[in-house]
């Protein structure tokens, strides 16, 4: 079975940072690509980083330079480091994956894994 389960969220001020973890079980996720996506009320998911399973990163250009996106494969875990927080950055984190070990794009229907996210809230 295949699970992936987001923590990390929480409430924040403007400025401040966050660590979100996605842990993955199954050996299904071992060494595929992660990706971070979020949605906020009354908006469509939204990519947000991603990492391949090399290594390799993809960043929306609305999160450059602020957040970071890791993995430690041994323990099937992805990180998102988020730094220099805005109040627009409020939304709901979802980790997601499918099973290919490369970047395959930003549109939540091209993974078929989720997690059931992890809220974040930026205060101003």
């Known amino acids: 079975q295949v699970l992936l389960v987001e923590s990390g969220g929480g409430l924040v001020q403007a400025g401040g940072s966050l660590r979100l973890s996605c842990a993955a079980s199954?050996?299904?996720?071992?060494?595929?690509?992660r990706v971070w996506f979020r949605q906020a009320p009354g908006k469509e998911r939204e990519f947000v980083a991603a990492?391949?399973?090399?290594?390799?990163?993809s960043y929306a250009e609305f999160v450059k330079g602020r957040f970071i996106i890791s993995r430690a494969n041994a323990k099937n875990m992805v990180y998102l480091e988020m730094n220099s927080l805005e109040a627009e950055d409020t939304a709901i984190y979802y980790c997601a994956a499918n099973q290919i070990p490369y970047f395959t794009g930003d549109n939540p229907t091209d993974y078929n894994f989720w997690g059931q996210g992890t809220q974040v809230t930026v205060s101003s």
């Open positions: 199954g050996r299904a996720l071992r060494s595929t690509n």
């Open positions: 990492i391949g399973s090399g290594g390799r990163t």
